[in-house]
C-alpha cells in the first residue's frame, strides 16, 4: 500500500480557536490519520502532521487549506517565521516503498487544484521543482511575504501555478516533494538574538556548518529566550547528538547554557543515534513522535 505523509505549515500559532477548526477537519477525514499537530505564538505558525493513501491525503489537504485560507488573513498576519501565505508550505512525503514520483506527482496535483479552488498562485520546490533555483524552500521563500508583490511581476520569479497577481489577504503557498524532514529547535537561557543568530550562521550547511542543516536564530518575545530554529534534511547522516554538542559548545563559548530542546512533528528513530532525549533535553517526547510508530500501525 503506497502511503504519504503530509506536513502543511498555516501561518496561525495564536489562536487555538482556529487551530481547531483546521485540525476538526483532518479529523473528519476517515481515510488520514492525524497524527501531531501544534501552534507556535512567537512564529506564528501552526504544523499538522497526517498519513494516508494518497488520494485520500489529497482531499484531506485541501479540504484543510480551504478552512486555513477562510480563517487566516495575511494582513493581520506576523511571527518570526518566514512565510509567504495563509497556507505557507506544503509538503508531500513518500514512505516505506513509495516512490518519490509518487509524491511529485500528488504535490502537482494539489497545486493545480488549490489554485482552482482557491485562486491561490503556487510555487513548486524540492524534488517537485519546475523551475531552476527552487528546489531549495528558503530560494523559494526569500523576501518573504512582504516582498512577494513585488516579487511576483518579475517574470523571473512568477508562480508555477496561476496568474503572478498578489492576494494580500492569501498570499502565496510553496507545495513540494521531499524526503522525511525534521524540525528541530534549541532553546538557550539567554535572550542574545545576536547569540542565536551566530550560532545558527556556524552550524548551517550552506555557510560550511554541519551537513543537511538548516538554521535561523530567533527570539521568542513570549518566553524572552532565544531560540536555534533548525531543519534537519538528513538526520540519519547528522543526527541530533551532533547539532546539540556544536550548539551547546558555542553556546558554552558565551558563558550560555541550554535551556531545552523540542521537535515539531515527527522524527525518525534514526535521528536518536548514540544519544536519549534525556540527553537532548527534549521536551514532550514520547514513542507517538517516532514515525516508525505510525508508519507500522498503517502497513501492518
Partial sequence: MKII?????FSEGRDSRKIAAIARVFKSFPGVRLVDFSGD???????????????????????????ALELIDMREQAGVHPRLGAVDVVPFIPLGKTKMQDAVDLAHTFGRELYERFGVPVYFYGHAALVPGRKELADVRHGGYEAL???????????????????????????G??????????NLIS???????NIAS?????????????????????????????NLTNCKETPFKIIYDQVERLAAERG???????????VPKCAFAGTKPEYLKLKGFDKDRLLETHLKTLTD
Fill in 177 to 186: 516533494a521531499r524526503v522525511p524532514l525534521v524540525a528541530y529547535n534549541i
Fill in 202 to 230: 556556524q552550524i548551517r550547511e550552506k555557510n560550511g556548518g554541519l551537513q543537511h542543516v538548516r538554521a535561523i536564530g530567533v527570539i521568542l518575545k513570549s518566553r524572552g529566550i532565544a531560540q536555534i530554529s533548525m
Fill in 41 to 67: 505564538a512567537d512564529h506564528n505558525r501552526s504544523v499538522f502532521t497526517f498519513l494516508g493513501k494518497p488520494e485520500d491525503v489529497l482531499e484531506a489537504a485541501l479540504a484543510a487549506s480551504g478552512k
Fill in 256 to 266: 550560555v547554557e541550554i535551556l531545552e530542546s523540542e521537535l515539531i512533528g515527527l
Fill in 149 to 175: 508583490q513585488s516579487k511576483m511581476i518579475n517574470p523571473g520569479d512568477a508562480p508555477d501555478v496561476g496568474k503572478p497577481e498578489f492576494n494580500a489577504r492569501t498570499g502565496a503557498t510553496v507545495v
Fill in 5 to 9: 505523509e503530509c506536513v502543511p505549515n
Fill in 191 to 197: 535572550d542574545d538574538l545576536r547569540l542565536a543568530r
